[in-house]
């Protein structure tokens, strides 16, 4: 009998337990919320709300900022070679008068007589109006004019020598009266010249002045002369361009004498070989 109470005491103690431990158990936990959800909120919510903790964020490092500057090493400059100066091109006007100064091209030996250009008839019927000259008073240049069809064109240039002070070479337009000689004498200056053809009474076109009536004997000052107002009124020319007048321009030809705007491609063009 006493076993039998001990038992039921027993019982009783063990169901007054169990009924705080259930009773505690839905205190905690809220109507309608299943274990699941307590679960979610438990993981929502990590930290205790009876915890004084506080975790420490974690900062993630600026890898930007953190990297240094790589240092850039300064190039040398190198130094930019100065350009040479290009020369300064001929004009058209020189290139154009260049092709036409025949006489620019032959040696001096050949220009003074001593050797002779080979020879250069362009007028085998003798007509007057083929050709038709200017002298240049202004830049020392006879330019001979060729007709083709009902027009004149510049053919071809030659340096000159032209009238000093007190003997200038007259001015106007002249025929050529037909005279020529082929190696004359000039007794009042006592020399010669070669390939005389005559413009106008004394004036003549002729070549570089000789002391003797021989090649080889021309003068040298005559020769430096071209280019320069040195005569005594006629028109002297190398002997390769005084032998083409007198080969080309027959008697009515004619020739024109005036002064001109300053050429300076003209003159340039014209320049014969310096005789050394």
Request: some cysteine; hydrophobic content about 35%; proline content about 7%.
């Amino acid at each position: 009998m006493k076993k039998l109470l001990l038992i039921l005491l027993s019982l009783l103690v063990l169901l007054s337990g169990c009924t705080e431990v259930i009773s505690a158990a839905v205190q905690t936990s809220p109507v309608g919320t299943n274990s699941t959800d307590q679960t979610q909120m438990i993981t929502k919510n990590p930290i205790s709300s009876q915890t004084s903790e506080v975790l420490t964020p974690i900062i993630t490092p600026d890898v930007t900022s953190s990297v240094l500057p790589v240092e850039t090493t300064k190039a040398t400059p190198t130094a930019t070679p100065k350009a040479k100066p290009t020369p300064t091109p001929a004009s058209s006007n020189y290139l154009y008068y260049k092709k036409l100064a025949v006489s620019s091209n032959y040696t001096v030996k050949q220009l003074v007589g001593i050797t002779a250009v080979p020879d250069q008839y362009e007028n085998p019927t003798k007509d007057p109006t083929l050709f038709k000259i200017t002298v240049d008073l202004t830049n020392k240049v006879a330019k001979v004019y060729k007709k083709v069809g009902n027009e004149y064109v510049l053919y071809r240039l030659m340096i000159c020598t032209t009238g000093m002070s007190g003997y200038s070479t007259p001015k106007g337009t002249f025929a050529m009266p037909g005279y020529y000689v082929r190696f004359g004498y000039f007794s009042k200056y006592n020399c010669y010249a070669q390939y005389w053809s005559q413009i106008k009474g004394q004036i003549l076109f002729h070549s570089i002045l000789f002391s003797r009536r021989e090649n080889t004997a021309y003068r040298a000052t005559s020769y430096r002369n071209l280019g320069k107002a040195a005569s005594h009124g006629c028109v002297r020319l190398s002997v390769p361009d005084a032998k083409w007048v007198y080969d080309n321009c027959p008697k009515g030809t004619l020739v024109t004498i005036n002064s001109f705007a300053k050429d300076a491609d003209l003159v340039k063009a014209v320049q014969l070989p310096v005789l050394k």
